[in-house]
């Protein structure tokens, strides 16, 4: 089992940057796929991106492609988020969740733990 804390989230300006991480407890992180999810007011949870148990493959939307980055340190539990050139539109709830696989997922009911989750509010 892990537990998930993401921090990192606040207030922007379009255009602006910020990083996420999220600190994840236990002695099996580095056996997790994770991922990043998003939900904006009113619409559903949405796919961000991932990366393997490794870091050695990664998969974003279409949405944040070119954008956002994401990576991690298995010595350090952490996983970040990191979102470039922001628009009000990336606005949401920003989530991470990891899963007990090998592959990349790209489907909210395809994690089994999840964090509390950080706000991201980008201004126009």
């Known amino acids: 089992q892990v537990q998930l804390v993401e921090s990192g989230g606040g207030l922007v300006q379009a255009g602006g940057s910020l990083s996420l991480s999220c600190a994840a407890s236990g002695r099996t992180f580095r056996t997790y796929t994770m991922g990043w999810f998003r939900q904006a007011p009113g619409k559903a949870r949405e796919f961000v991106g991932a990366i393997t148990r490794t870091g050695g493959n990664t998969a974003y939307a279409d949405s944040v492609q070119g954008r956002f980055t994401i990576s991690r340190d298995n010595a350090k539990n952490t996983v970040w988020l990191q979102m470039n050139s922001l628009k009000p539109e990336d606005t949401a709830v920003y989530y991470c969740?990891?899963?007990?696989?090998?592959?990349?997922?790209?489907?909210?009911?395809?994690?089994?733990?999840w964090g509390q989750g950080t706000q991201v509010t980008v201004s126009s």
């Open positions: 969740a990891a899963t007990d696989t090998i592959f990349l997922r790209r489907t909210p009911a395809e994690y089994d733990y």
